[in-house]
């Protein structure tokens, strides 16, 4: 695919949204990895592990109701350089909990979590449309390669904490942290020169009433609710459930685990961007959802560990489309809303990881209560919430199905309608 004149332009921008993505996915599920040393150094437990997943997502979720509208009035640029900035401020709050707060590291972490979360959030406002709007022969791709590194960040989260713990030592957690805060500081920089695409003027917007009325629009919402829940619960909890749950070293559970979950959830996505103009994705969040139920059944009950890391990257190449794909075909169906339902689609996503990252976090320390004489409680609470966990892809087949019908996605996909002449400055 040759790049067209318009989109060379907006190259630079481009790159900063990739980066931006990058950095979103890196931020939001970093303190997942550091779980088992929290655990360890702060006395945290399951339920307050399960509350920072919860609260990462509900201020993303916040964040995706609140600015939609904003930033269709005041334009891209000033809330790409607020995001980069609030989560350097975020995460340098989280690296200096134990400083800051000692003994009541747990205060200040769900606060500096609420920071860099709500700035995560904020970027799923701003990416996709800014990504998908701008004039390309297949905007699809360009929206799915940004995607996929989203997948990048969580497979440098993954790969890059983990082995930069082991190289410093858990205890020096927070040097990790501090680390990952260099980048958005740097990104920021890209954004005050990257050109930005017109946002849907005002008079021609679809209002809000509207669009919550519409049959689409509510079934995409619970479909990405399930669907995104489906994809990143595995983030969320992957690496805990394999040390704690299976009793893989830390190292080996996060390098072959979690990255080659991101490793095929970014296939999945590359391979979509340059191959995927012909292919349906109701077709493919359907399939994928199905195949997820069946993979969610061996990551609870597979009798070896290898099992599970199979099911893992298994988990990321069949998810992947669940939240992309959901956002394309709604967005397609429904234009002439601006920034505004690419916020409510995420809050949505962002509302399902929430709800079940904190389930199986209170599901884990429920079941370990009754677990079995002569049974580890702990791996026994983990491995029954995740029995409980199957559900989930389940019921994002079940919404995925009627979407099908609601939002049909046209396969062979048309040039970019015009953004009319507001500009996104």
Same mark, same amino acid.
């Given at each position: 695919?040759?790049?067209?004149?318009?989109?060379?332009?907006f190259?630079?921008?481009? $790159?900063?949204?990739?980066?931006?993505?990058?950095?979103?996915?890196?931020?939001?599920?970093?303190?997942?990895?550091?779980?088992?040393?929290? *655990?360890?150094?702060y006395?945290?437990?399951?339920?307050?592990?399960?509350?920072?997943v919860?609260?990462?997502?509900?201020?993303?979720?916040?964040?995706?109701?609140?600015?939609?509208?904003?930033?269709?009035?005041?334009?891209?640029?000033?809330?790409?350089?607020? $995001?980069?900035?609030?989560?350097?401020?975020?995460?340098?709050?989280?690296?200096?909990?134990?400083?800051?707060a000692?003994?009541?590291?747990?205060?200040?972490?769900?606060?500096?979590?609420?920071?860099?979360?709500?700035?995560?959030?904020?970027?799923?406002?701003?990416? $996709?449309?800014i990504?998908?709007?701008?004039?390309?022969?297949?905007?699809?791709?360009?929206?799915?390669?940004? =995607?996929?590194?989203?997948?990048g960040g969580?497979?440098?989260?993954?790969?890059?904490?983990?082995?930069?713990?082991?190289?410093?030592?858990d205890?020096?957690?927070?040097?990790?942290?501090?680390?990952?805060?260099?980048?958005?500081?740097?990104?920021?920089?890209?954004?005050?020169?990257?050109?930005?695409?017109?946002?849907?003027?005002?008079?021609?917007? *679809?209002?809000?009433?509207?669009?919550?009325?519409?049959?689409?629009?509510i079934?995409?919402?619970f479909?990405?609710?399930?669907?995104?829940?489906?994809?990143?619960?595995?983030?969320?909890?992957?690496?805990?459930?394999?040390?704690?749950?299976?009793?893989?070293?830390?190292?080996?559970?996060?390098?072959?685990?979690?990255c080659?979950?991101?490793? *095929?959830?970014?296939?999945a996505?590359?391979?979509?961007?340059?191959?995927?103009?012909?292919?349906?994705?109701?077709?493919?969040?359907?399939?994928?959802?199905?195949?997820?139920?069946?993979?969610y059944?061996?990551?609870?009950?597979?009798?070896?560990?290898?099992?599970?890391?199979?099911?893992?990257?298994?988990?990321?190449?069949?998810? $992947?489309?669940?939240?992309t794909?959901?956002?394309?075909?709604?967005?397609?169906?429904l234009?002439?809303?601006?920034a505004?339902?690419?916020?409510?689609?995420?809050?949505?996503?962002?509302?399902?990881?929430?709800?079940?990252?904190?389930?199986?976090?209170?599901?884990?320390?429920?079941?370990?209560?009754?677990?079995?004489?002569?049974?580890?409680?702990a791996?026994?609470?983990?491995?029954?919430? *995740?029995v409980?966990?199957?559900a989930?892809?389940?019921?994002?087949?079940?919404?995925?199905?009627?979407?099908?019908?609601?939002?049909? =996605?046209?396969?062979? =996909?048309?040039?970019?309608?015009?953004?009319?002449?507001?500009p996104?400055?």
């Amino acid at each position: 695919m040759t790049t067209s004149e318009p989109e060379r332009d907006f190259r630079r921008t481009l $790159s900063a949204c990739n980066l931006a993505g990058f950095i979103q996915s890196a931020t939001m599920n970093l303190s997942p990895f550091l779980f088992v040393p929290l *655990m360890l150094l702060y006395g945290l437990t399951y339920t307050q592990l399960g509350t920072l997943v919860l609260v990462n997502f509900a201020a993303q979720f916040a964040a995706d109701l609140g600015f939609g509208g904003l930033v269709n009035r005041f334009g891209y640029r000033p809330f790409c350089l607020g $995001s980069q900035l609030a989560i350097v401020a975020g995460l340098a709050l989280f690296a200096g909990a134990p400083w800051l707060a000692p003994g009541r590291e747990f205060v200040v972490f769900l606060v500096a979590t609420v920071l860099f979360s709500a700035a995560a959030g904020l970027l799923e406002v701003l990416l $996709s449309p800014i990504t998908k709007s701008i004039p390309a022969a297949n905007s699809e791709a360009n929206f799915m390669i940004m =995607h996929s590194s989203f997948a990048g960040g969580i497979f440098a989260a993954a790969l890059v904490t983990t082995v930069l713990l082991r190289v410093l030592d858990d205890g020096r957690w927070q040097l990790v942290v501090l680390l990952w805060a260099l980048l958005p500081l740097y990104n920021g920089f890209r954004f005050l020169r990257a050109p930005m695409p017109a946002i849907v003027a005002g008079p021609l917007r *679809m209002k809000v009433g509207s669009l919550l009325r519409q049959p689409a629009f509510i079934t995409a919402f619970f479909a990405i609710f399930f669907g995104a829940a489906t994809e990143l619960l595995i983030v969320q909890w992957g690496s805990t459930y394999l040390e704690g749950g299976l009793g893989l070293p830390k190292v080996v559970g996060d390098v072959l685990g979690l990255c080659f979950f991101s490793a *095929m959830l970014a296939a999945a996505r590359l391979l979509y961007a340059k191959k995927g103009e012909k292919l349906n994705l109701n077709t493919l969040m359907i399939g994928g959802s199905a195949v997820c139920v069946a993979l969610y059944v061996v990551v609870a009950l597979a009798p070896a560990a290898w099992l599970v890391i199979v099911a893992f990257g298994l988990v990321g190449f069949c998810s $992947s489309m669940l939240w992309t794909g959901t956002i394309v075909v709604t967005a397609d169906r429904l234009p002439l809303t601006g920034a505004l339902i690419f916020g409510l689609l995420a809050g949505g996503g962002d509302l399902g990881i929430a709800v079940s990252g904190q389930a199986v976090g209170w599901l884990s320390d429920f079941f370990a209560g009754q677990a079995p004489a002569g049974q580890n409680a702990a791996e026994y609470g983990l491995r029954m919430a *995740m029995v409980v966990a199957i559900a989930i892809p389940v019921l994002s087949l079940l919404c995925q199905l009627p979407l099908r019908r609601l939002a049909p =996605h046209r396969a062979l =996909h048309r040039e970019p309608q015009s953004t009319c002449n507001e500009p996104g400055r």
